[in-house]
């Protein structure tokens, strides 16, 4: 069974400039999480899921973050415009139903220059 | 909200055993998880505590203590693969049931 998926796994821009990330999580997994984890610290939750709802976006800087998840599928999670502080790993997880383990993509590394 | 604390570092000969603790403070605790990160890799799943006590999975086990808000992972017979962070991540109805992760430990194994 394939895992999450997401890409790109490197990007590197400019200040200022948009980006976006793509994730196809598990098939059949209703529940999907975008974390930002920077260095040397823990993932924290950017929004959660449940299908194409979001159910939980209070830490989502919205003046310059969003996402969607228009089919209850893949998602994109978008910046613009990015800031140095953006720099980070920006992992996707998702998770068959609420409580259980998640599971994790291999992440897309930014670096805002 | 919610306090998760645990070792920013520990060092391990191969062969050994190293115990990762972890402290969390937080209301409806709903369970407690531990998760393996390889530098520059996603984190795997390691264990699920909900109910106190010990839970044994090959050369890996953790405990949970909700009384003391208190959990440890156990590694034993340390291999050079297991360098890595450990994250410690608390699940509560405090927090909306979303996964509230610590900063992680990270181990370091030496021949």
């Known amino acids: 069974e394939a895992g999450v998926v997401q890409s790109p796994r490197y990007k590197i821009i400019e200040k200022k400039q948009p980006v976006a990330f793509w994730c196809n999580p598990i098939s059949g997994h209703n529940t999907l999480y975008w974390y930002r984890q920077n260095l040397g610290q823990g993932p924290e939750l950017l929004i959660r899921y449940e299908n194409e709802e979001a159910v939980d976006d209070s830490q989502l800087p919205k003046d310059r973050f969003s996402a969607e998840r228009l089919k209850g599928v893949d998602s994109t999670l978008k910046i613009q415009p990015a800031e140095l502080g953006d720099s980070a790993v920006y992992l996707c997880?998702?998770?068959?139903?609420?409580?259980?383990?998640?599971?994790f993509g291999p992440g897309t590394r930014l670096t805002v220059l | 909200g919610q306090n998760i604390d645990q070792p920013t570092e520990m060092t391990a000969t191969e062969g050994a055993i190293v115990q990762i603790n972890c402290t969390y403070q937080?209301?409806?605790?709903?369970?407690l998880f531990w998760y393996q990160q390889h530098a520059g890799e996603a984190p795997t799943f390691l264990s699920y505590n909900v109910l106190d006590g010990l839970e044994e999975k090959g050369r890996f086990s953790s405990f949970l203590s909700r009384s003391k808000g208190y959990s440890y992972l156990l590694l034993k017979e340390l291999q050079m693969k297991d360098s890595a962070s450990y994250l410690c991540?608390?699940?509560?109805?405090?927090?909306?049931?979303?996964?509230?992760f610590g900063g992680g430990t990270r181990v370091l194994v030496k021949p």
């Open positions: 997880a998702s998770e068959q139903g609420r409580g259980r383990e998640q599971f």
């Open positions: 937080t209301s409806g605790f709903n369970g």
């Open positions: 991540a608390v699940i509560s109805k405090a927090a909306g049931n979303k996964l509230t």
